[in-house]
């Protein structure tokens, strides 16, 4: 078979992607590569296209357990043999799969590191064929990167016991020099091809926002984005377990993750959202490294994380089937001193002998300081981080928020000379709160208290909002005037540059939002631009497979994805298949899904076109229809599905044919609350906390509440609404919409 029919009747997919090709065939010629491709560029297909080419075998070495889990429930779903052998199995587990390794049952077995040098492994990998070795998330075997990990080093010892050199295959998405090398080094690879793929991800909406409340930043989003799922991550286990416990009381269907929960608490949460149990993941950095969740349609941060690459890195798991979506982060000045604290106070590194450290320790500071930068500039946010990865680039992306926002460029000189002198006659002794302070004249105790108010600097600035006063001081920050003690609690203090700017006439321009456009922007902050492409779907039959998809992943016990990813549903509604020929057609439908799923999927999109060819008129764009006609359409036009399905789906079957005819959008919490209302829900116990459950009504009227139990083996709880709870929903339009 050639590589592109691997790809077409395995995978699904019609055509390799950028760097794709080129690694895929020099594996197969036999030489050791090293592809450095973003995550969510592909880096998968290039390592398991020339396994299934090979005669023998090949071993992958990972270093989490819940990328193997998901890696290999997509293999299998796609009619590959491939197993896993890492801590979560039990010795019984280990041994059967390396007895099924033994007799040539799998083509693909990841493991952990720590593997490498257990004897039984080792014994098995000794007598079997070897074809591959290859080392995902490589940039572990080096200490310069974040995530250096001692056991890597294993690999090569690993490599050495084998009768034959296998060829060698590493993959990574951190690209800085460094770290290439220390990859090439330690691994031994021979003479290997590189491939370095840009690092541009086109579908990603990049935005800064700095928001006073950021909680409410982040409702605005959930509320403008109802039907989407998302990480939130924060700096924090506090602010973790602060944010989450907030947007529960608040009814979001949001679930946590850190490192100082149980490990069964972890599993169950993080199989909660890969299985779109919960839609908003609130976590740790712990979170997510190796998670493969395709259908990511946000991540959110909280605070701002300590450098770029694990900014991108975090914020690339959203959108990796390729469809559009939002990576916003919320800006704080504290996010700097925390960073800045983490990196002072870290023993993580303890292996490292304390020259090292501090060498270590002097590169994290400057990466803070370019991370800093990113929140501060008012250029465009894509160029900023594809030219810190050193990729060449425009200045303009007209997909992040300095792009599309307008700016105008206005001259600080004489409000530098103002800042700097009041600067200087503080005597270089407080920090930035107490500068603004001064410089608006605040009559706060501090300020009398110190005599502040005695300066002749005091309520210079009175006139200019303290936000701007910040952006002010910022910029000259950032272009040395002055700056920031490295400190606890930073002290301003005057720069090199400082005397340069006090004799001089030339204009300093900085480059600010227009005042109204700032008005305008805190109303919509949180509204999804990635949402512009919404209207071209049909959003109807986008939920009804949304839900065959939930429902076959229930039945299947994997999560979502593993059977179709957004990006193949929304290919499916574009190109609407009838029969096998058309379906193979579609992005991501390879002949075993097709074998396995593909016939649900064809009767469910036969009906729907069926039913909307009798939907009368079509909306006309010029006369906008008042509520009476919006409900009386969704009534009319909604169709129930058959399968009984979660009220996330239903809240999309609904939404479908309400912005058909306009801008009304329920959200599950809306629909929840309804249910309740009417009596048809209630909470599973008396003080009103817990699930909602079915009442005696609900369950004549169609609402099942089920036990279910995820794969950690704790039970939990789910509603689901048969056709004559959907009905009953679509029924009582104008009620639901009446409280938007
Ligand atoms: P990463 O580089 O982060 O490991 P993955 O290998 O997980 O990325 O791929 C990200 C997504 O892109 C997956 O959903 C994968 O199936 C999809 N993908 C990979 N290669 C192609 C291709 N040639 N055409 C279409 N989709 C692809
Ligand atoms: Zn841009």
Not at 683 to 699: C, F, H, M
Not at 705 to 722: C, D, I, P
């Amino acid at each position: 078979m050639s590589k592109e029919q691997i790809l077409k009747q395995y995978f699904g997919y019609i055509a390799f992607r950028e760097g794709q090709e080129a690694l895929i065939d020099h594996i197969v010629d036999g030489d050791d590569v090293l592809g450095i491709m973003p995550t969510g560029a592909g880096k998968s297909i290039c390592f398991q296209v020339p396994a299934m080419l090979y005669d023998g075998i090949t071993i992958v070495v990972s270093p989490l357990i819940s990328l193997m889990k998901d890696q290999v429930q997509s293999l299998i779903a796609n009619g590959i043999p491939a197993a896993y052998i890492n801590s979560s199995l039990s010795a019984n587990q280990t041994q059967k799969a390396i007895e099924n390794a033994r007799n040539g049952k799998y083509k693909i077995i990841y493991v952990a590191p720590e593997r490498l040098d257990v004897d039984e492994f080792v014994s098995f990998a000794r007598s079997a064929n070897i074809a591959m070795v290859t080392v995902d998330e490589a940039h572990c075997v080096s200490q310069w990167g974040q995530d250096f990990r001692p056991s890597y080093l294993k690999i090569t010892e690993f490599i050495d016991k084998l009768p034959k050199r296998p060829v060698i295959s590493a993959f990574t998405a951190t690209a800085t020099r460094e770290v290439k090398d220390d990859i090439i080094k330690i691994l031994r690879l021979k003479q290997p091809f590189i491939a370095a793929t840009g690092f541009d991800r086109e579908n990603l909406y990049f935005e800064v926002q700095k928001p006073k409340d950021k909680y409410q930043a982040v409702i605005r989003f959930l509320q403008n984005n109802p039907d989407k799922g998302g990480i939130i991550y924060c700096a924090t286990r506090k602010t973790v377990e602060q944010v989450c416990g907030d947007l529960q009381n608040d009814h979001y269907n949001a679930t946590r993750y850190h490192a100082g929960l149980s490990e069964s608490e972890r599993t169950t949460n993080q199989d909660d959202f890969l299985y779109d149990r919960k839609t908003i993941m609130v976590a740790t950095n712990a979170f997510g490294m190796g998670i493969d969740k395709s259908n990511v349609n946000f991540v959110i941060h909280y605070n701002m994380p300590k450098n770029i690459e694990s900014y991108y890195q975090e914020a690339g798991r959203a959108g990796r089937d390729g469809t559009n979506a939002d990576c916003i982060l919320l800006y704080g000045g504290q996010d700097v001193i925390t960073n800045q604290f983490l990196i002072d106070h870290t023993s993580e590194q303890n292996e490292l002998d304390s020259e090292t450290l501090e060498l270590v320790k002097e590169k994290e500071r400057e990466r803070l300081k370019q991370m800093t930068y990113y929140c501060h500039t008012m250029d465009c946010l894509r160029s900023y981080i594809l030219r810190y990865f050193g990729d060449r680039s425009g200045n303009y992306c007209g997909n992040c928020s300095n792009c599309k926002q307008n700016f105008e460029t206005v001259d600080i000189l004489d409000y530098s000379k103002k800042i700097v002198s009041c600067i200087y006659r503080m005597r270089e002794r407080y920090g930035v709160q107490m500068l603004i302070d001064t410089l608006r004249g605040s009559r706060g105790e501090k300020i009398q208290n110190l005599h502040l108010d005695q300066l002749s600097t005091y309520g210079i600035m009175k006139e200019v909002p303290q936000s701007r006063i910040r952006e002010m001081i910022n910029y000259l920050v950032i272009n040395e005037y002055i700056v920031l003690t490295n400190t606890e609690f930073p002290v301003v203090k005057l720069g090199t540059k400082y005397k340069t700017l006090l004799d001089s006439d030339q204009p300093i321009l900085m480059k600010v939002v227009r005042e109204s456009e700032r008005a305008q922007k805190e109303m919509k902050s949180g509204n999804s631009k990635s949402s512009k492409y919404v209207g071209e779907i049909d959003q109807h039959l986008f939920a009804e497979l949304k839900g065959l998809r939930f429902q076959i992943a229930e039945e299947n016990r994997v999560p979502a994805f593993v059977v179709f990813s957004d990006a193949t549903l929304l290919d499916m509604c574009r190109k609407k298949p009838v029969n096998k020929d058309d379906m193979l057609a579609v992005s991501g439908v390879g002949e075993v899904k097709f074998q396995r799923y593909g016939e649900r999927f064809l009767k469910i999109i036969s009906q729907n076109s069926a039913v909307t060819a009798n939907v009368g008129q079509p909306i006309s764009a010029d006369s906008a229809p008042s509520i009476g006609e919006i409900c009386e359409y969704v009534k009319r036009s909604f169709v129930p599905s058959v399968e009984a399905v979660p009220v996330s789906i239903l809240t999309d079957m609904l939404n479908s044919l309400l912005l058909q005819k306009g801008d009304y959008k329920l959200s599950a919490i809306k629909l929840t609350n309804f249910f309740m209302k009417k009596g048809l829900l209630q909470p599973e116990n008396v003080e009103g906390k817990g699930n909602r459950v079915a009442t005696e009504l609900g369950k004549e009227h169609g609402i099942a509440t089920v036990e279910r139990t995820n794969s950690a083996g704790n039970a939990y709880r789910q509603n689901l609404y048969h056709q004559q709870a959907q009905q009953y929903a679509a029924d009582h339009i104008e009620e639901l919409i009446g409280g938007i």
